[in-house]
């Protein structure tokens, strides 16, 4: 699309962030649908050429030629698929049905001396190319694009969360001031939850299903023409050859569990990484992180002065919608009436977009870790400034110590008050306890009670 025309999109995801979802074009396009149908239909067709029950005979010219109508699928073949569909070509009518249209398209490629023509959808419903084709483009589109940007962000937050380990920084539960951790070590959380989630997109693509049943998914036709061949053994072997699963017990439609979970699976990565914005805009409204400004860039249209933590936001706002897009998806494809009902067919094309808002999301999280340093000033006069937070030391110490009031001492020396590190001397000046203990309470400082976080970091994998 050029640069006019995105201009005039009807979807953000083609206009202003065309440049962004062009990675997904290949996987999710009505060009790459036809191409992986075309290959559905081609290899079929081999498959049958190969049973010894039937007469087709194909050579390895013609394979070749054959698999190259998929191989080397151009934007031309694209063109005369939608015209048999809408128009009608050479001695084809307007089909009217893009599946249709795919059929004929391959028919027409073939050479004059073939045979094969009748041979092409042999005994098979729209559903038997389709649910390969979808999922087909699906496992591509996550090996390709999709896990290898979550893969990245995941590798810069472990490589943020190594570099600022011993970083100490005022953590807060509830909003408030809490014991301190390490800056590192938060970055290495979302890291590790970002690596299972991404483990578990990985397993659900790997499950991804395909059938080859028919009508009802009985082989009714396939049988009709051939009762001797055990098609069930044959769909079997023809669908894991295209790196799928087999699934045997289907209606006409393929149940969509498989992709349901998949989406599943996304929603959970997309979920770590809205909370890792959140957070990450909030780090930087505390002043915990600085972003680097970009040179002519603007942060807004009134006030010079602002750096806005836009890819935060951007990323935040794309992974909402995605997750909007993946939990419709995933609850609407799962169900069919009876047999057979077409209304997932619209819905199904609607997986790119869910895709490509997952991807400018993810783009938009790398960009902003890209941008972000600790200011470790900052942090650590916040640690300074909340002294109060070593009172969870004190008390466990004191605990240890045998004091049963402990909590509560402290609680009346800290809850509610501005506390300074003196006002924790005079109190351990008071405490009944070995000088060697009040030498440990004095040593005690927010800075340095961040307990093990830095070696937490090497749990990362």
């Known amino acids: 699309m050029t640069d006019t025309n995105a201009l005039y999109a009807v979807s953000p995801l083609d ?55 998929y191989e080397h699928f151009a934007e031309e073949d694209a063109r ?21 249209a795919v059929e004929y398209f391959v028919r027409h490629r073939l050479s004059e001396d073939s045979d094969a023509s009748a041979w092409i959808h042999f005994g098979l419903t729209s559903e038997d190319v389709n649910n390969l084709a979808h999922r087909l483009l699906v496992r591509d589109a996550v090996d390709e694009v999709l896990l290898p940007e979550l893969y990245d962000v995941r590798d810069t937050l472990a490589e ?44 659900a693509t790997d499950e991804l299903s395909g059938k080859l049943g ?36 289907t209606t006409q439609v393929n149940p969509c569990d498989d992709l349901a979970a998949v989406f599943d699976a996304f929603r959970g990565a997309n979920d770590v990484l809205l909370d890792l914005d959140l957070d990450m805009w909030l780090y930087v409204s505390d002043r ?3 972003q680097e400004a970009v040179e002519g860039e603007t942060g807004s249209s009134t006030m010079p002065h602002k750096v806005n933590p836009i890819d935060f936001e951007n990323s935040e706002g794309n992974l909402s919608k995605a997750n909007s897009d ?8 799962t169900t069919s009436r009876l047999q057979r009902d077409l209304s997932d067919s619209t819905v199904k094309r609607n997986i790119g977009a869910a895709f490509a808002h997952c991807l400018i999301g993810y783009g938009k999280a790398a960009a902003g870790l890209s941008k972000v340093v600790p200011t470790e000033r900052v942090m650590r006069e916040e640690l300074e400034s909340t002294p109060e937070i070593i009172g969870e030391a004190v008390q466990t110490i004191l605990r240890r110590e045998g ?13 509610g008050k501005d506390v300074t590190l003196e006002d924790f001397r005079e109190m351990f000046d008071d405490l ?15 800075a340095s009670y961040t307990g093990v976080a830095s070696e937490l970091v090497d749990e990362l994998e």
């Open 288 to 290: 915990y992180l600085g």
């Open 432 to 446: 009944e306890v070995d000088e060697d203990v009040r030498e440990e309470l004095r040593a005690l400082t927010p």
């Open 214 to 249: 028919g009508a009802s998914g009985t082989y009714a036709a396939h049988v009709a023409a051939y009762p001797d061949v055990d098609w069930s053994a044959f769909a079997e072997e023809f669908v894991t050859e295209l790196g799928l699963e087999f699934e045997s017990l």
């Open 326 to 333: 993946l939990t419709f998806l995933a609850d609407y494809i």
């Open 80 to 100: 005369l698929i939608k015209t048999l569909e809408t128009e009608g070509y050479a001695d084809f009518d307007a089909t009217n049905h893009d599946v249709k």
């Open 160 to 203: 943020m969360a190594r570099e600022y380990r011993d970083l100490p920084m005022l953590a807060r539960t509830h909003g408030q001031p809490a014991t301190p951790t390490t800056f590192g070590k938060e970055m290495a959380v979302y890291a590790a939850r970002l690596g299972r989630a991404t483990g578990r997109i990985r397993r």
């Open 403 to 415: 004091q049963e009031d402990a909590y509560e001492r402290v609680k009346a020396v800290t809850r």
């Open 15 to 69: 206009g202003r962030y065309g440049s962004r979802t062009a990675p997904l074009s290949p996987y999710a396009s009505e060009a790459a649908l036809m191409r992986a149908r075309v290959r559905v239909e081609v290899e079929y067709l081999l498959a049958l050429a190969d049973l010894e029950a039937t007469p087709l005979e194909i050579g390895g010219d013609e394979r070749e030629r054959l698999r190259g109508l």
